[in-house]
Protein backbone atom coordinates (compact mmCIF):
# COMPACT_ATOMS: atom_id res chain seq x y z
CA UNK A 1 0.00 0.00 0.00
CA UNK A 2 1.28 3.47 -0.44
CA UNK A 3 2.90 5.16 2.35
CA UNK A 4 4.38 8.54 2.70
CA UNK A 5 6.56 8.87 5.91
CA UNK A 6 7.77 12.51 7.70
CA UNK A 7 10.95 13.02 9.53
CA UNK A 8 12.69 15.74 10.43
CA UNK A 9 10.23 17.92 12.38
CA UNK A 10 11.27 18.80 15.97
CA UNK A 11 12.01 22.04 18.72
CA UNK A 12 13.97 25.01 17.02
CA UNK A 13 14.21 28.63 17.84
CA UNK A 14 12.65 31.54 16.26
CA UNK A 15 15.11 32.36 13.27
CA UNK A 16 16.32 28.54 13.27
CA UNK A 17 16.04 25.85 10.26
CA UNK A 18 14.82 22.87 9.65
CA UNK A 19 14.57 20.47 6.90
CA UNK A 20 11.45 18.15 6.57
CA UNK A 21 11.60 14.62 4.58
CA UNK A 22 9.10 12.58 2.78
CA UNK A 23 9.62 8.99 1.75
CA UNK A 24 7.01 7.60 -0.37
CA UNK A 25 6.57 4.06 -1.05
CA UNK A 26 4.05 1.64 -3.22
CA UNK A 27 3.39 4.03 -5.77
CA UNK A 28 5.54 5.41 -8.58
CA UNK A 29 6.68 8.53 -7.28
CA UNK A 30 7.38 10.34 -10.65
CA UNK A 31 4.00 9.90 -11.24
CA UNK A 32 3.00 12.26 -8.74
CA UNK A 33 2.86 15.84 -8.07
CA UNK A 34 3.89 16.56 -4.16
CA UNK A 35 2.51 19.00 -1.71
CA UNK A 36 3.75 19.93 2.12
CA UNK A 37 0.88 21.18 3.68
CA UNK A 38 0.30 22.06 7.94
CA UNK A 39 -2.05 22.32 10.52
CA UNK A 40 -1.52 24.48 13.46
CA UNK A 41 -3.39 23.90 16.63
CA UNK A 42 -6.60 24.75 16.35
CA UNK A 43 -6.71 25.89 12.87
CA UNK A 44 -7.49 24.72 9.45
CA UNK A 45 -4.99 22.99 7.11
CA UNK A 46 -3.61 24.74 5.26
CA UNK A 47 -1.29 24.48 1.63
CA UNK A 48 2.74 25.36 2.04
CA UNK A 49 4.26 24.33 -1.00
CA UNK A 50 4.50 22.09 -4.03
CA UNK A 51 6.22 20.67 -6.93
CA UNK A 52 5.27 18.89 -9.66
CA UNK A 53 6.32 15.40 -10.61
CA UNK A 54 8.93 16.55 -12.98
CA UNK A 55 10.57 18.89 -10.05
CA UNK A 56 10.64 22.30 -12.52
CA UNK A 57 7.93 23.54 -11.28
CA UNK A 58 6.84 24.87 -7.88
CA UNK A 59 4.72 26.86 -5.99
CA UNK A 60 4.46 28.54 -2.32
CA UNK A 61 2.24 30.19 -0.13
CA UNK A 62 2.69 33.49 0.33
CA UNK A 63 3.17 33.01 3.75
CA UNK A 64 6.25 30.87 3.35
CA UNK A 65 7.94 32.20 0.48
CA UNK A 66 11.80 32.80 0.14
CA UNK A 67 11.82 31.11 3.41
CA UNK A 68 11.06 27.94 2.13
CA UNK A 69 12.03 25.20 -0.72
CA UNK A 70 10.58 22.48 -1.62
CA UNK A 71 12.63 19.97 -3.80
CA UNK A 72 12.42 16.46 -4.79
CA UNK A 73 14.78 13.60 -6.21
CA UNK A 74 12.50 11.00 -8.00
CA UNK A 75 14.81 8.19 -7.83
CA UNK A 76 15.11 8.31 -4.19
CA UNK A 77 11.10 8.59 -3.91
CA UNK A 78 11.64 11.56 -1.44
CA UNK A 79 10.62 15.06 -1.76
CA UNK A 80 12.37 17.78 0.97
CA UNK A 81 11.42 20.74 2.52
CA UNK A 82 13.75 22.92 3.82
CA UNK A 83 12.51 25.78 6.25
CA UNK A 84 14.54 28.51 7.14
CA UNK A 85 13.95 31.84 9.59
CA UNK A 86 11.56 29.99 11.17
CA UNK A 87 9.07 31.90 12.76
CA UNK A 88 5.98 30.97 15.87
CA UNK A 89 4.01 31.08 13.61
CA UNK A 90 5.29 28.18 11.42
CA UNK A 91 4.57 25.92 14.29
CA UNK A 92 2.48 23.25 13.32
CA UNK A 93 1.98 19.31 12.27
CA UNK A 94 3.91 19.38 8.93
CA UNK A 95 2.15 17.19 5.71
CA UNK A 96 3.13 15.66 2.84
CA UNK A 97 0.64 14.56 0.13
CA UNK A 98 0.63 12.99 -3.23
CA UNK A 99 -1.25 13.96 -6.08
CA UNK A 100 -1.50 11.61 -9.19
CA UNK A 101 -0.71 13.98 -12.50
CA UNK A 102 -2.97 12.49 -14.37
CA UNK A 103 -5.83 13.00 -13.27
CA UNK A 104 -8.00 16.20 -13.24
CA UNK A 105 -8.67 18.20 -10.10
CA UNK A 106 -6.35 19.43 -7.41
CA UNK A 107 -7.40 17.20 -4.59
CA UNK A 108 -4.58 15.14 -3.00
CA UNK A 109 -4.66 11.33 -3.30
CA UNK A 110 -2.39 10.03 -0.25
CA UNK A 111 -1.22 11.95 2.57
CA UNK A 112 1.54 11.26 5.27
CA UNK A 113 0.88 10.96 9.14
CA UNK A 114 2.42 14.22 9.58
CA UNK A 115 5.72 15.63 11.95
CA UNK A 116 5.30 18.17 14.16
CA UNK A 117 7.43 21.36 14.25
CA UNK A 118 7.38 23.58 17.20
CA UNK A 119 9.18 27.04 16.93
CA UNK A 120 9.42 28.79 19.61
CA UNK A 121 10.33 32.57 20.51
Known amino acids: QVQLVESGGGLVEAGGSLRLSCAAS????????MGWFRQAPGKEREFVAA????????DYADSVKGRFTISRENAKNTVWLQMNSLKPEDTAVYYC??????????????WGQGTEVTVSS
Open 97 to 110: AARLRYKIGVEYDY
Open 26 to 33: GLTFSDYH
Open 51 to 58: IRWSGFDT
